[in-house]
């Protein structure tokens, strides 16, 4: 079949496959199944009045610019909100240091571009999130591991790889994606220190930091960075770029993130950008931009926060009362997901073909390494989502996903004895 | 500055300069100008109350899917849409040839990622799209130009770029972005001959074809590759991949483009959207499905028609009327733009300078050619868009640019003399 094209796709492409994930999503998507594979938000906190509001305004005060090409860095007002909306976090941005791409996952392919050389080597936590793998290994990124636990990646075990002379590190500090994770304060220090010894810049990619449910939140890698200390010229950005997303706080389907960064960097990135989409839809960010303001999306996240927070805490009680003792989880303070580990022998991927059976899903844990990355650890472990379904759903969700994952175990023990 | 990152860019970026055009569209943005630089639909003709009616109906009824993550190759009902909009110019497309993108400039950097190795040449027009040069050219595109006439790309000089082996050839068949011209039906038939005798893929960019002021549609490309009359497959798509968008029919600020190609190419460039971008805006694809659907684009498509022909028209009786005999410009049957040819020895680029102390502006020529290809042509070219400013202003600002041209003239006849 169109032999004309397969025969010129270009090298960067043969290795690239389909997203594991979108694929478990399609099966998934049969009503019958509760779903904990997505990292879906919850249709039922999306500000819809807001937007029907903003919208008619757009159209009816803005219409000309909503609807015309516009600035490929992004629509100023809503620039200068976020640099301001970020500053309360001790980054101090300006609306210069800020980029707006579409979504997160722009980010993360244009920083792939600005950055990688095929053959260069990319610092990931195992696990990590799998769309920046899917983003950097177009490029032809290879990648060093780093293993994380509770606190986050293992500072301890970081030293060897930032001596191998990685071009970047890419790590999400908070409620880590598929982890649920969050990096610990005295680790962040740790890792930003390291990281300026050897001269590595560090990609700080924080879509879930606003949704936390418990604690006081952390102190971000980039106002760590002791570069900050050395400057004093209008922006506290050195070694460390910054990501966020209003998918997880606004909604996803509008398709907006930003990158903050010092203002060359930032040049440089519009430029690629321009290349890639010209800009990001005008109207998305002009009608995201009279959804926000106001204070509007800090009351909303309040909200949103209130309502994830009870659905982890369900997935968490039930995950108490139906599963065997031998399987344990994370307990995110924050995000949307948490990680599951299963007892030895036991193989995630197999485990989701029982539990299709039993119409529950989740992402099996292999698809969160990178290449040569611990991927046999994937096998014991998969993610699963709790801001998606409704509370009475993720009980009986998880009491599905029980019964499968008994059954694994029951097939597992005779193996064992015998 | 941030010598942490700029000693760390990868090698595709060191070449990327920023957009000549990007940089002059800062300078014209001055309200006293007169711009005929940009590439700009009129606001004027934007279908606001349709869109004000569609967005109030998707929140009300589909705000859930609207606002959620949504499918990579696009909204079914679009690409369904989309598929039977093409197919009325004997393109037999079905959805799962369609692929939405975040406007047209998405699907050139996707077919860049998809088929260009570092080295690799690329045939194109010589002038042509300077986005698709911008695009190619980070993957490490090298150029075979062919220069074109008013018929449109010159097939006569078309064998020796073939032989060269370029990967794939690009063209803009109608109302060329920056000349204006059409390629004749005859050389559509040569250049689809050819490129099949050698075994050279097409992309034929389309942006424009449906703004046709005068004469008949001109059969794509796509219906004439040969490859079809071999197929019997269900798609009627072989050695040739149709590109087009809304931005000219229905707004450049929603971002909405697409790809038409055979199904195992877009299941290629699927895989490359999700790591870009993950999918297009589902708000902006379902907002504009609504907006366009049931025979409204059609209707508006004829108002847009009528009211830049009229700017045309008024564009053309004013460079007859004030410009000198010396200066020659093409006369487009559709699309934005026209192309104006200096007489020898007159720079486009010291032109502007002029024009701008007139407070009128156009793109001067170089831009529209790929490196080494005929570049010492653009001096003598630049580009007018008359889609976006009235009638009142395209006169005036004619007058004004005549007025730089004459004083530019006037000062390259001593030069001449001595």
Redesign the interface.
């Known amino acids: 079949?169109?032999t004309?094209?397969?025969s010129?796709?270009?090298?960067?492409?043969k290795g690239?496959?389909?997203?594991a994930i979108?694929e478990l999503l399609k099966i998934t998507q049969r009503p019958e199944v509760i779903s904990f594979a997505?990292?879906?938000?919850a249709?039922d906190v999306?500000p819809?009045a807001r937007?029907?509001e903003a919208?008619?305004k757009v159209?009816?005060q803005n219409?000309?610019?909503?609807?015309?090409?516009?600035a490929?860095e992004g629509y100023e007002p809503l620039r200068e909100m976020i640099a301001r909306h970020t500053e309360r976090y001790g980054i101090k941005a300006q609306t210069e240091n800020v980029l707006i791409t579409?979504?997160s996952?722009?980010a993360?392919?244009l920083i792939g571009?600005?950055?990688?050389?095929a053959g260069?080597r990319v610092l990931v936590e195992a696990p990590t999130y799998l769309?920046a793998l899917?983003?950097f290994?177009?490029?032809g990124a290879e990648y060093v591991s780093v293993p994380s636990d509770g606190d986050g990646l293992r500072t301890d075990l970081l030293e060897t790889p930032l001596r191998s002379g990685p071009?970047?590190m890419y790590v999400l500090p908070n409620f880590q994606n598929p982890g649920g994770t969050t990096l610990s304060e005295g680790r962040r220090h740790e890792l930003v220190l390291m990281a300026d010894r050897y001269?590595i810049?560090i990609i700080e990619d924080d879509p879930y930091g606003q949704l936390r449910y418990e604690g006081e939140h952390l102190t971000p890698l980039v106002v760590l960075d002791r570069?900050n200390l050395r400057r004093d010229n209008g922006y506290s950005i050195?070694?460390v770029i910054y990501l966020s997303t209003f998918?997880k706080t606004l909604?996803?389907?509008?398709?907006l993130g930003w990158i903050v960064?010092?203002?060359?960097?930032i040049?440089?990135l519009?430029?690629?950008k321009?290349?890639?989409?010209?800009?990001?839809?005008?109207?998305?960010q002009i009608v995201a931009y009279e959804v926000a303001k106001d204070g509007f999306l800090d009351e909303h996240v309040k909200l949103i926060r209130k309502v994830y927070r009870e659905r982890r805490d369900v997935m968490l009680e039930a995950l108490q009362q139906y599963f065997p003792p031998e399987v344990t989880w994370t307990r995110p303070k924050g995000g949307l997901f948490l990680w599951v580990s299963l007892p030895e022998g036991m193989d995630a991927q197999k485990l989701f073909q029982v539990a299709l059976k039993e119409n529950v899903a989740f992402v099996p844990g292999d698809s969160f390494y990178a290449r040569n990355g611990f991927s046999e650890e994937g096998k014991r472990h998969f993610r699963m989502n709790f801001s998606n379904a409704k509370p009475e759903q993720i009980r009986e969700g998880v009491r599905r996903l029980s019964v499968a994952v008994k059954q694994q175990m029951e097939q597992l023990q005779p193996a064992r004895v015998g």
């Open positions: 079949m169109s004309a094209w397969t010129r796709y270009a090298q960067r492409t690239i496959k389909s997203s979108r997505g990292g879906l938000p249709p999306f819809v937007f029907q919208c008619r159209l009816e219409a000309s610019m909503a609807l015309q090409y516009g490929t579409s979504g996952q722009q993360l392919d571009k600005l950055l990688i050389n260069d769309g899917q983003a290994d177009v490029y071009k970047f001269g810049p570069e050195g070694n998918s909604a996803p389907g509008l398709r960064a010092p203002p060359d960097v040049a440089k519009i430029q690629l321009q290349g890639a989409d010209l800009h990001t839809s005008t109207f998305v």
